[in-house]
């Protein structure tokens, strides 16, 4: 099994005058995205604000909302649908299983994005569905069937993409991995509070490392009580994606968020997996990980005015 970088995502283009606009938002536990794209779907602006989780979700969205309208002003043009990405399954009163950001499940996305930016279409999904989409239309998988992304950010999460779709599952709640048990590293605890980005930025306060999950993987280069901390965590993470695989049988697993920028985090799971799986899948690395939600935000959008209401 091994490990490429996929195609670098396009460059945001400068704007071409007044037109229909389409708007993206992708919220976070740490940080949220906002772009606006014309309607093709390329971005024209873009900006990225903490989202300050402990102050609440009310602040949160009032803030993202607030950006976006600036960003909408600034490129000018009538805005004609928006596509969001929310941790959690979205339910239309409601959002389940987003633990991340205080009072997150009382808010109702689409209702509020449509009616303080009066947009007449609003398109609403899981942020990691919405990673898949964008690596579906724009990224890895494109050519690539079935398919698993695997989002390491400020949680865990995976998405399972067959022949072209975004599989969500009987209650939405398809890939939502953070929730499994754990075994070895922690017993009796879930696999989020076990590998996750504020896992590891736990396990680097426990070991008295500043920079947390990334001065942790830097600090693990070598070989050392470090080292094997941060391997019993990938070892926890790599069971479950094995057992995924093992289900899926998927021919590429991309990998999106924040952590998957370590290369010696990427190294170790890629070795983990290659040691057990009959058939192993090429992994990657997303071109746009950081990004990846925000431009299936802006694809949802794109989709929601050519779908029928």
Same mark, same amino acid.
């Given at each position: 099994?091994?490990?490429?970088?996929?195609?670098?995502?396009?460059?945001?283009?400068?704007?071409?005058?007044?037109?229909?606009?389409?708007? @993206?938002?992708?919220?976070?536990?740490?940080?949220?995205?906002? @772009?606006?794209?014309?309607?093709?779907?390329?971005?024209?602006?873009?900006?990225?604000?903490?989202?300050?989780?402990?102050?609440?979700?009310?602040?949160?969205?009032?803030?993202?909302?607030?950006?976006?309208?600036?960003?909408?002003?600034?490129?000018?043009?009538?805005?004609?649908?928006?596509?969001?990405?929310?941790? @959690?399954?979205?339910?239309?009163?409601?959002?389940?299983?987003?633990?991340?950001?205080?009072?997150?499940?009382?808010?109702?996305?689409?209702?509020?994005?449509?009616?303080?930016?009066?947009?007449?279409?609003?398109?609403?999904?899981?942020?990691?569905?919405?990673?898949?989409?964008?690596?579906?239309?724009? @990224?890895?998988?494109?050519?690539?069937?079935?398919?698993?992304?695997?989002?390491?950010?400020?949680?865990?999460?995976?998405?399972?993409?067959?022949?072209?779709?975004?599989?969500?599952?009987?209650?939405?709640?398809?890939?939502?991995?953070?929730?499994?048990?754990?075994?070895?590293?922690?017993?009796?605890?879930?696999?989020?509070?076990?590998?996750?980005?504020?896992?590891?930025?736990?396990?680097?306060?426990?070991?008295?490392?500043?920079?947390?999950?990334?001065?942790?993987?830097?600090?693990?280069?070598?070989?050392?009580?470090?080292?094997?901390?941060?391997?019993?965590?990938?070892?926890?993470?790599?069971?479950?994606?094995?057992?995924?695989?093992?289900?899926?049988?998927?021919?590429?697993?991309?990998?999106?968020?924040?952590?998957?920028?370590?290369?010696?985090?990427?190294?170790?799971?890629?070795?983990?997996?290659?040691?057990?799986?009959?058939?192993?899948?090429?992994?990657?690395?997303?071109?746009?990980?950081?990004?990846?939600?925000?431009?299936?935000?802006?694809?949802?959008?794109?989709?929601?005015?050519?779908?029928?209401?």
């Amino acid at each position: 099994m091994n490990v490429r970088l996929a195609g670098q995502a396009a460059q945001p283009v400068a704007p071409t005058g007044t037109g229909p606009l389409l708007l @993206g938002i992708d919220f976070g536990g740490t940080k949220m995205a906002v @772009g606006v794209a014309d309607r093709q779907g390329r971005l024209l602006a873009r900006e990225r604000v903490l989202t300050y989780a402990e102050q609440g979700a009310p602040q949160a969205l009032d803030r993202a909302l607030e950006l976006a309208a600036k960003l909408v002003a600034q490129v000018g043009g009538p805005l004609t649908a928006a596509g969001i990405a929310s941790p @959690g399954v979205v339910r239309p009163d409601g959002i389940d299983l987003a633990p991340n950001v205080p009072g997150w499940d009382r808010l109702r996305l689409a209702e509020a994005v449509r009616e303080r930016l009066d947009v007449p279409a609003v398109a609403v999904d899981n942020d990691l569905n919405a990673a898949a989409l964008a690596e579906l239309r724009l @990224g890895a998988l494109r050519d690539a069937d079935p398919g698993l992304v695997v989002g390491l950010g400020t949680g865990v999460a995976a998405a399972v993409t067959v022949r072209g779709e975004v599989l969500s599952g009987h209650h939405g709640a398809a890939g939502e991995i953070g929730y499994a048990v754990a075994g070895a590293a922690r017993p009796g605890v879930m696999l989020e509070a076990t590998f996750s980005g504020r896992a590891l930025d736990q396990l680097a306060e426990e070991l008295l490392l500043p920079g947390g999950a990334t001065g942790l993987a830097v600090r693990a280069g070598q070989p050392g009580g470090i080292r094997d901390a941060l391997l019993a965590r990938v070892d926890e993470l790599a069971r479950h994606l094995v057992t995924c695989c093992l289900l899926v049988d998927p021919q590429r697993v991309v990998l999106v968020g924040g952590v998957t920028g370590s290369d010696l985090i990427r190294g170790m799971l890629v070795e983990r997996m290659a040691e057990v799986l009959p058939y192993p899948p090429e992994v990657v690395r997303s071109g746009f990980p950081d990004d990846a939600a925000l431009l299936g935000a802006v694809i949802l959008a794109r989709e929601a005015v050519s779908a029928p209401h």
